[in-house]
């Protein structure tokens, strides 16, 4: 069953038009990686899509309601769960008050996050600001889970991190796959990890969708040309 679809969208940062037609649909328990060089507008789409930034033009659809005709706050109440570019945690707030401040009822909670993410367990009376980077990511996964969403948002989440701890927290998305059946669409530069998880992928240049498809037709000659590995 579908549960996102984001159909020829545009958006723009005042003046500067950063999307101009933009689709892609994700399907319950699916995984979409969202794939482009840098600056073609994948964090751009995952903002327009959180709606915080206007669609300009086309439709966004999740769980059978139409985005733009929704208050914002209804928006986030539906179930997107962003993990932003840059995790931003309350660096001044304790692990627990990071997650526990998130929390809405549902499958996920503290114990469950702690279970996925057993370092954090072993720091929930530390402030977020002394965490590592890695166990900020952890934090930032963990904050968006306790909301219960229906759709799991991840933009870079693996970024300038240790090769151990990006293990970890590709270990963390495909459990999340494979035990819950978490929808997520995921943006990240590693080709090979993403091969692993998503079932399809979309392909971004310059704010326009250039391809779509199965992640198992994405052959060296569309990523030669588009993200240029
Ligand atoms: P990256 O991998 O570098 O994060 P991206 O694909 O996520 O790249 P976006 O951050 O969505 O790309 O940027 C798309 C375009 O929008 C770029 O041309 C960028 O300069 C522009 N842009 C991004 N943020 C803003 C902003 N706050 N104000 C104006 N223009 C912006």
């Known amino acids: 069953m579908m549960l996102l679809s984001v159909e020829n969208v545009a958006a723009s940062y005042g003046a500067s038009q950063a999307l101009f037609d933009v689709s892609f649909q994700i ?7 969202l794939m482009g060089r840098n600056g073609m507008g994948k964090t ?9 930034l206007p669609v300009t033009s086309g439709k966004i659809q999740f769980a059978g309601q139409d985005l733009a005709r929704l208050p914002a706050h209804k928006a986030a109440q539906l179930g997107l769960g962003l993990v932003p ?10 692990v627990t008050e990071n997650l526990t401040a998130a929390a809405r009822p549902g499958h996920w909670d503290q114990g469950k996050v702690n279970a996925l993410f057993p370092r954090l367990a072993e720091r929930c009376d530390q402030s977020a600001g002394s965490l590592s980077g ?11 889970l306790m909301t219960n969403p229906r759709l ?3 933009d870079e989440a693996t970024e300038g991190l240790a090769p151990l701890v990006r293990q970890e927290i590709w270990a963390a998305i495909a459990s999340l796959k494979q035990e ?35 992640i198992n037709d994405l052959n060296t000659d569309i990523t030669h040309r588009y993200i240029g590995v």
């Open 180 to 214: 819950t059946g978490m929808a997520i669409l995921v943006i990240d530069k590693s080709l090979k990890e993403l091969r692993q998880i998503a079932d399809n992928a979309a392909i971004i240049q310059r704010g326009e969708t250039v391809w779509s498809g199965s």
């Open 85 to 94: 570019e840059g995790r931003r945690c309350f660096t001044n707030l304790t």
């Open 152 to 154: 799991l948002i991840l």
């Open 27 to 33: 399907d319950e328990g699916q995984v979409l990686a």
């Open 44 to 52: 751009t789409t995952v903002k327009t899509i959180c709606r915080l």
């Open 134 to 144: 890695g166990e900020q990511q952890m934090l930032a996964i963990g904050r968006a």
